[in-house]
């Protein structure tokens, strides 16, 4: 061999050399598809602004498999088409072997396709309908709990609360009408009287039409089902309009501390359904994990309203990564099988999925914790 071509030879394998260690270093990256803008906004950018604290404490704390993570967030803009199009782009370009997502059930569901195509399996951390995980997708893993799961769990409250007639005013896609129909139908069961179930445009902010039949139904009770920003100007016009009915929000969806907030006085007296409780985690199964995360909340000087809805993009980061190390490499496929069996000490109690769906192409679902919050003058209190 000549001495140039030695010298070349040399030169190039010094390059291979010094480039594996960077290769091995890359992050590894996870696909995270939210509405930042758009009618869900505000409630997607707390569950992004979660996930970022978890991103900072795992790769504080040494990454996973000897790596960083590295998030890599689309807006699905609250619409279908877009979110179908962010999670293709984190698919096929991005290269990112698992997802978090897309927060409303209609945005999941209709991302769920492209799942199926790739085999790429997508951590559900919001989404409440049904369909999701009865389907036969076996790349859904939901953390968070379905409608129905919810509707069982507020089942004590009804004697409680003495509900003998209820309304239901919900958002008109699959989020709002699924629990529409599963907390009617849990209502019924329970000898309760379903009155008028009117329904929303999901970027609607006149309901004056939808509070006159409830208020003439004369229901105890009035169901509400949709993101905050509409819960807001909901619990203003009832008040406007004299709703006598108690009101309760479903989804986990509504942050308490915004609607005082947004809604003053308008607010107090009314219930939610949520699955953190931020304002006491004394409360919740694991304290210390969401007294930690109610702390970097603060110091990153976050929206305080957005703690429960920010609590989904932690656990669900959390777990995925859980996944990752137990999967030994980050795979698809190796994650979705290993996503099977973790064991993950959540905000919202602790982390396991069980088997929903056609035999054979389960999705899995998580049974998580649900709590009952009322405010009272301008503060949330226990139920």
Same mark, same amino acid.
């Given at each position: 061999?000549?001495?140039?071509?030695?010298?070349?030879?040399?030169?190039?394998?010094?390059?291979?050399?010094?480039?594996?260690?960077?290769?091995?270093?890359?992050?590894?990256?996870?696909?995270?598809?939210?509405?930042?803008?758009?009618?869900?906004?505000?409630?997607?950018?707390?569950?992004?602004?979660?996930?970022?604290?978890?991103?900072?404490?795992?790769?504080?704390?040494?990454?996973?498999?000897?790596?960083?993570?590295?998030?890599?967030?689309?807006?699905?803009?609250?619409?279908?088409?877009?979110?179908?199009?962010?999670?293709?782009?984190?698919?096929?370009?991005?290269?990112?072997?698992?997802?978090?997502g897309a927060w409303s059930s209609t945005l999941t569901l209709a991302v769920m396709p492209k799942l199926m195509?790739?085999?790429?399996?997508?951590?559900?951390?919001?989404?409440?309908?049904?369909?999701?995980?009865?389907?036969?997708?076996?790349?859904?893993?939901?953390?968070?709990?379905?409608?129905?799961?919810?509707a069982r769990a507020f089942t004590p409250n009804v004697k409680t609360f003495g509900i003998k007639k209820a309304?239901?005013?919900?958002?008109?896609?699959?989020?709002?009408?699924?629990?529409?129909?599963?907390?009617?139908?849990?209502? *019924? =069961?329970? +000898?309760?009287?379903?009155?008028?179930?009117? &329904?929303?445009?999901?970027? $609607? /902010?006149?309901?004056?039409? %939808?509070?006159?039949?409830? *208020? =003439?139904? +004369?229901?105890?009770?009035?169901?509400?089902? &949709?993101?905050?920003?509409? $819960? /807001?100007?909901?619990?203003? %016009?009832?008040?406007?309009?004299?709703?006598?009915?108690?009101?309760?929000?479903?989804?986990?969806?509504?942050?308490?501390?915004?609607?005082?907030?947004?809604?003053?006085?308008?607010?107090?007296?009314?219930?939610?359904?949520?699955?953190?409780?931020?304002?006491?985690?004394?409360?919740?199964?694991?304290?210390?994990?969401?007294?930690?995360?109610?702390?970097?909340?603060?110091?990153?000087?976050?929206?305080?309203?957005?703690?429960?809805?920010?609590?989904?993009?932690?656990?669900?980061?959390?777990?995925?990564?859980?996944?990752?190390?137990?999967?030994?490499?980050?795979?698809?496929?190796?994650?979705?099988?290993?996503?099977?069996?973790?064991?993950?000490?959540?905000?919202?109690?602790?982390?396991?999925?069980?088997?929903?769906?056609?035999?054979?192409?389960?999705?899995?679902?998580?049974?998580?914790?649900?709590?009952?919050?009322?405010?009272?003058?301008?503060?949330?209190?226990?139920?």
């Open positions: 061999m000549k001495v140039q071509d030695f010298l070349r030879a040399t030169k190039f394998l010094t390059i291979l050399l010094c480039a594996a260690p960077a290769v091995a270093q890359e992050p590894i990256r996870i696909g995270v598809t939210q509405p930042l803008t758009g009618a869900f906004a505000a409630s997607g950018n707390y569950v992004a602004q979660g996930a970022k604290i978890a991103e900072d404490a795992i790769n504080a704390s040494g990454g996973v498999l000897g790596r960083k993570i590295q998030l890599v967030v689309e807006d699905n803009k609250s619409n279908p088409t877009e979110a179908v199009a962010t999670a293709e782009k984190l698919i096929a370009k991005d290269k990112v072997p698992v997802l978090m195509e790739y085999e790429v399996p997508m951590l559900v951390e919001t989404s409440s309908s049904g369909k999701i995980t009865t389907s036969g997708n076996p790349f859904i893993f939901r953390i968070s709990p379905t409608s129905e799961m919810e309304d239901f005013l919900a958002t008109n896609n699959d989020f709002g009408l699924g629990a529409s129909q599963e907390f009617s139908q849990m209502l *019924k =069961a329970q +000898g309760v009287q379903v009155g008028v179930m009117e &329904t929303m445009d999901p970027k $609607a /902010t006149d309901f004056s039409a %939808q509070l006159a039949k409830i *208020k =003439a139904s +004369g229901g105890d009770t009035l169901f509400v089902t &949709t993101a905050v920003e509409q $819960a /807001t100007l909901i619990l203003k %016009q009832a008040k406007e309009q004299q709703v006598k009915a108690r009101i309760i929000t479903t989804g986990g969806s509504v942050s308490p501390d915004q609607l005082i907030a947004q809604a003053g006085d308008a607010a107090n007296g009314s219930y939610h359904l949520v699955f953190f409780t931020p304002w006491f985690p004394e409360a919740v199964k694991n304290p210390d994990i969401a007294r930690k995360f109610v702390a970097e909340w603060n110091a990153r000087k976050y929206n305080i309203g957005g703690l429960t809805e920010g609590f989904r993009g932690w656990d669900g980061i959390h777990t995925i990564v859980e996944a990752i190390k137990a999967a030994g490499k980050a795979e698809p496929k190796a994650i979705a099988q290993a996503l099977w069996n973790v064991k993950v000490k959540g905000i919202n109690g602790d982390i396991a999925f069980i088997k929903q769906g056609p035999a054979g192409k389960e999705s899995a679902q998580n049974v998580p914790s649900v709590y009952v919050v009322r405010i009272d003058n301008g503060k949330v209190v226990k139920n």
